[in-house]
Nanobody, 116 residues
Framework: QVQLVESGGGLVQAGGSLRLSCAASGSTRNINAMGWFRQVPGKQRELVASINSGGITDYADSVKGRFTISRDNGKNTVYLQMNSLKPEDTAVYYC??????????WGQGTQVTVSS
C-alpha cells in the first residue's frame, strides 16, 4: 500500500505561483511513476504532469512552459511548481502514484483557486 498526502494548495491571483507537494509513505520502493492530475466539477480528471523513476517528465499542453514537476526520491516526495497561473488552472489537484504492477494510488486532493 502507498499513502499520498498533498499540501500547498490555496488561493492566488492570476499570474502568481504556487508549489504543490506530495509525500508518499508505505511501499514507496515499488513506486514507478508519480504525477499530478486535476479535476473541475462536471469534467473528467485530467493529467497535468508526470515523472517516472528515470526522471522523464510529461506535461499537458495547457501547462507546458508554466508548470514544472520534480521528484525527490530520498524524501519520497513529488513537487509541482506552478507559475503564471491562470483562472482556468482552478481545480482540485490530485497526486497520483503508480507501482510496478500498474496499481494506482491517489491523494485526497488539494484545492487550487486562481482569481482573475
Amino acid at each position: 500500500q502507498v499513502q499520498l498526502v498533498e499540501s500547498g494548495g490555496g488561493l492566488v491571483q492570476a499570474g502568481g505561483s504556487l508549489r504543490l507537494s506530495c509525500a508518499a509513505s508505505g511501499s514507496t520502493r515499488n513506486i514507478n511513476a508519480m504525477g499530478w492530475f486535476r479535476q473541475v466539477p462536471g469534467k473528467q480528471r485530467e493529467l497535468v504532469a508526470s515523472i517516472n523513476s528515470g526522471g522523464i517528465t510529461d506535461y499537458a499542453d495547457s501547462v507546458k512552459g508554466r508548470f514544472t514537476i520534480s521528484r525527490d526520491n530520498g524524501k519520497n516526495t513529488v513537487y509541482l511548481q506552478m507559475n503564471s497561473l491562470k483562472p482556468e488552472d482552478t481545480a482540485v489537484y490530485y497526486c497520483n502514484a503508480i507501482n510496478l504492477w500498474r496499481r494506482n494510488y491517489w491523494g485526497q486532493g488539494t484545492q487550487v483557486t486562481v482569481s482573475s
